[in-house]
């Protein structure tokens, strides 16, 4: 196999900053209209790429809440519709509004939100934190939170995009054996176009979800208007009076009100490509108050009848308007369904920069906008996932049971880590922590208390996706460490190996031109270098080590990017360059050679002409008790997945030279 990437993910960086925002707010003068519009196009942005799962949930969370099927039932009375109402509401205001937009978003990695920056900023303290492991165990928790989301972009697509087709029931019921051929077909056509990136469909997906969010705003308003007397359900007595009074009822609602805040976890990890105050606005102004108009709406379509029940969210528009209703469902749900995929993308590419996944081969599909990629193994092993959950599932009511899970277990973590980053970041007193941490996990832990009823009913089904996701993670990060070590024994000093070239110690011929080795640290000899000097007899007259550091920020200034080391010798020829990434960024490592200075490395450096060397690495399972024995067979078979090297660091393959060896585990 390929070497692993070189260099350690625990590097130590700069404590983390404020949520930075697009650049519309600083610079140059500029004119107000330009500031605006800029502000504005940010928001749209936001609309389209933010909030296409959260925005889709009011089409099946009320049906699903009241579904007769379900193994148990919430009776259809109007007292249990103003609970359910009044439930949804404030759940959405205490975990969106209160957890997420007030408090989540204010704990950022340099601007990038998300669980996967708030374990970085774990790392990045670990070795100075008071109390270490406590920070490990937290990273931990918050990587299977990390785990939990690649549930989530597995069930996304699937419950998302059949709630929407299922429609089709309402708008002609002889249609309903055509529900899931027609959804699969749409997924089909959803990831076989992923390759070509989402610029292009990018560009109208705001102004489709703001003409999503008008009409189901305008549609809630229709159904709110022939009942009114629901408004009153926006009163929290009508949630804790069901919860109260009826607790036996509303703890079982709870496993499928939770539905209402799905996406809401998008919101944070999104948080670095539009900035807090554009998500914020948009969440605010136009997706919270058009999500509760709807909600409304179908509450007063059931208690005007409660056989709307069956489909709430399609019944509240007239006969004639429900096929454009539900392709402009279709259409915002594949919208979810696209940001999801992108999502499980991006996870995928840092925790593989992170050191938790191999080298993931990731193609950028955009020459202008930072952050659009596609990773061709993460997509197509979604793809059968999704396929195989809308054949095996048949409804979005069935899947509806999954997929609450992955929504409270995610919420939960990030609820945890961030009240943990405040108080060692922030400097937060206890008892204030204490006073706000209580109440907010105190919801989260009863969602999660509600979903493991359905344990049995397929809420089995994301913890077992995560936990899988959790153990190869974990043991990859296991085992690279295994490898490292045993490497590291191999190849032996670097400065010991230099002094001995440097003494003459060692027979070696010097030839003309340049060769760059790239190697895993910078205190081991590269394998591949060790191998041209002991049996080749040879070295080049200019010889760069290389080593890549992926630090625990997301974008490494161009200025802070490569540091150069002549390990004692300013006149060997022999440069040691270590060059640094952010943990979202791909490594190109020509272009960060270029940026040396050629008085820094004894003489100019042939980018042009120059030689790359790499060391395979065949590994093999060993006697040693380094990890048991199944893990050691994963860590083989996941290491088969590790993307080709030359083609990871940007190496042009005709300049490229691999040299071989093996390494037992």
Not at 307 to 332: H, M, Q
Not at 542 to 565: C, G, K, L, M, S
Not at 643 to 662: K, M, N, Q, Y
Request: charged share 15%; net charge neutral; glycine share 8%.
């Amino acid at each position: 196999m390929t070497d692993q990437q070189p260099g350690s993910a625990d590097t130590p960086g700069t404590a983390g900053t404020a949520a930075s925002e697009p650049d519309v707010d600083s610079g140059a003068p500029q004119v107000p209209n330009a500031h605006n519009t800029a502000k504005l196009a940010v928001v749209v942005g936001a609309l389209g790429v933010v909030f296409g799962d959260i925005g889709t949930s009011p089409i099946y969370t009320l049906q699903t809440v009241f579904n007769p099927e379900d193994p148990h039932p919430v009776p259809v009375s109007d007292n249990n519709v103003f609970g359910v109402v009044s439930l949804i509401f404030w759940s959405v205001m205490i975990i969106v509004t209160v957890t997420y937009i007030l408090l989540a978003m204010h704990a950022d990695n340099d601007g990038e939100g998300g669980v996967m920056a708030l374990i970085t900023l774990l790392r990045r303290w670990r070795s100075t934190h008071p109390n270490r492991r406590a920070a490990a165990v937290l990273a931990s928790v918050g990587l299977f939170g990390a785990s939990l989301f690649f549930g989530d972009g597995m069930i996304t697509p699937a419950i998302s995009v059949l709630s929407a087709v299922e429609g089709l029931k309402v708008v002609e019921p002889s249609l309903t054996d055509y529900v899931v051929p027609i959804t699969a077909v749409i997924i089909i056509v959803l990831f076989m176009v992923q390759r070509r990136g989402t610029e292009t469909v990018g560009r109208v997906f705001g102004p489709v979800m703001i003409g999503w969010f008008t009409v189901i705003g305008a549609c809630g308003i229709v159904g709110i208007a022939e009942h009114p007397k629901i408004l009153e359900a926006l009163s929290p007595t009508y949630a804790l009076g069901f919860l109260a009074g009826h607790f036996h009822i509303a703890f079982f609602a709870l496993a499928a009100i939770v539905l209402a805040v799905t996406g809401a976890e998008a919101l944070y990890a999104d948080m670095g490509h539009f900035g807090r105050r554009a998500i914020s606005r948009g969440w605010l102004f136009l997706v919270l108050p058009a999500c509760t108009l709807s909600y409304l709406g179908q509450g007063a379509l059931i208690l005007k009848d409660h056989s709307n029940i069956s489909s709430p969210f399609f019944l509240l528009i007239p006969g004639w308007g429900r096929l454009p209703l539900v392709l402009l469902a279709t259409a915002a749900t594949v919208i979810a369904s696209q940001a999801v995929i992108t999502g499980a993308y991006s996870v995928a590419s840092q925790a593989a920069q992170l050191g938790y996944l191999p080298r993931l081969r990731v193609a950028h599909t955009s020459a202008t906008t930072m952050g659009q990629i596609y990773v061709p193994f993460v997509n197509w092993l979604l793809f059968v996932s999704v396929l195989t959950l809308i054949f095996a599932f048949r409804s979005s009511a069935a899947l509806a049971y999954a997929y609450g899970m992955t929504v409270t277990g995610t919420i939960s973590i990030t609820t945890l880590l961030f009240f943990y980053v405040a108080h060692y970041r922030w400097n937060v007193p206890k008892w204030l922590i204490a006073l706000g941490a209580i109440p907010l996990l105190s919801v989260d832990l009863l969602f999660i208390a509600a979903n493991l009823t359905k344990l049995v009913h397929g809420a089995w089904l994301p913890l077992l996706i995560a936990l899988t996701a959790f153990t190869i993670m974990t043991t990859w990060q296991r085992g690279r460490q295994v490898v490292t070590a045993e490497r590291e024994r191999a190849e032996g000093s670097l400065q010991e190996f230099i002094d001995q070239l440097a003494a003459g110690k060692m027979t070696v011929r010097t030839v003309p031109g340049t060769a760059i080795f790239l190697n895993r640290g910078g205190t081991s000899a590269p394998l591949a270098l060790r191998a041209n000097v002991q049996h080749n007899e040879v070295r080049h007259e200019h010889v760069v080590i290389v080593a890549i550091e992926t630090e625990p920020v997301p974008r490494v200034p161009e200025d802070q990017r490569v540091t150069v080391n002549d390990l004692g010798y300013g006149d060997d020829g022999i440069t040691h360059v270590t060059i640094k990434f952010g943990y979202m960024e791909s490594p190109d490592v020509p272009a960060a050679l270029a940026l040396l200075d050629p008085s820094a490395t004894e003489g100019p450096i042939d980018l042009d002409n120059a030689s790359y060397f790499l060391s395979k690495i065949e590994l093999r399972r060993g006697k040693a008790p380094t990890m048991a024995g199944w893990r050691k067979q994963l860590f083989l078979a996941t290491s088969h997945i590790t993307a080709d090297a030359a083609e990871f660091f940007g190496l042009p393959r005709d300049r490229t030279v691999i040299i071989g060896s093996h390494i037992e585990v």
